[in-house]
T-cell receptor, first 116, second 113 residues
């Protein structure tokens, strides 16, 4: 157990719908990153949040958006769902002080999203 | 942009066999290197990491990895595997000063009792 929690565990949506996934970071961690892991692939970086602002983004369209709250928890929102969005969505947290952290990122169990 | 290659997609070994999983990365600058493991039904866990110093790093559960800068490699090794090592193994890299992790596609390891 890493202390990073995600909800829900599983989710089934239909194409075109919107979804919100949630992540609570490990105690003391102020930086949250989101990753998408398609079946048979390694996780791919979506974006990162630090001090409630997006701080780095991977190759994902704007319909992937997020939020970070004052308690450092985070949400990932995906609009206009497509079939290819079916994947395991992982949240990872780490602690950053003055600059980018060299500390380990700790991953949550993920949310399995299925788009029909 | 950095990339990571894991050439072994599925490895099957008997218990007590030695293990080496390959990982090569592509990036011109200073990197941090990681091996994560995902046991069936569990979340990604850190096995070991290299930031600087001794290129031979030791991790949990008897795993070790060697960073060879000239070969852009960070291979994972274990002298004697156990059935409980059955899992998916991911090599990852981030550029120094950037927390974004780039993962390889993973190697599925199956240990036969």
């Amino acid at each position: 157990e890493t202390g990073v929690t995600q909800s829900p565990t599983h989710l089934i949506k239909t194409r075109g719908q919107q979804v919100t996934l949630r992540c609570s970071s490990q105690s003391g961690h102020n930086t949250v990153s989101w990753y998408q892991q398609a079946l048979g692939q390694g996780p791919q970086f979506i974006f990162q949040y630090y001090r409630e602002e997006e701080n780095g983004r991977g190759n994902f369209p704007p319909r992937f958006s997020g939020l970070q709250f004052p308690n450092y928890s985070s949400e990932l929102n995906v609009n206009a769902l497509e079939l290819d969005d079916s994947a395991l969505y992982l949240c990872a947290s780490t602690s950053r002080l003055a600059g980018p952290s060299t500390d380990t990122q700790y991953f949550g169990p993920g949310t399995r999203l299925t788009v029909l | 942009a950095q990339s990571v290659s894991q050439h072994n997609h599925h490895v099957i070994l008997s218990e007590a066999a030695s293990l080496e999983l390959g990982c090569n990365y592509s990036y011109g600058g200073t990197v941090n290197l990681f091996w994560y493991v995902q046991y069936p039904g569990q979340h990604l866990q850190l096995l070991l990491k290299y930031f600087s110093g001794d290129p031979l790093v030791k991790g949990i559960k008897g795993f070790e990895a060697e960073f060879i800068k000239s070969k852009f490699s960070f291979n994972l090794r274990k002298p004697s595997v156990q059935w409980s090592d059955t899992a998916e193994y991911f090599c990852a890299v981030n550029a120094f000063g950037n927390e974004k992790l780039t993962f390889g596609t993973g190697t599925r390891l199956t240990i036969i009792p």
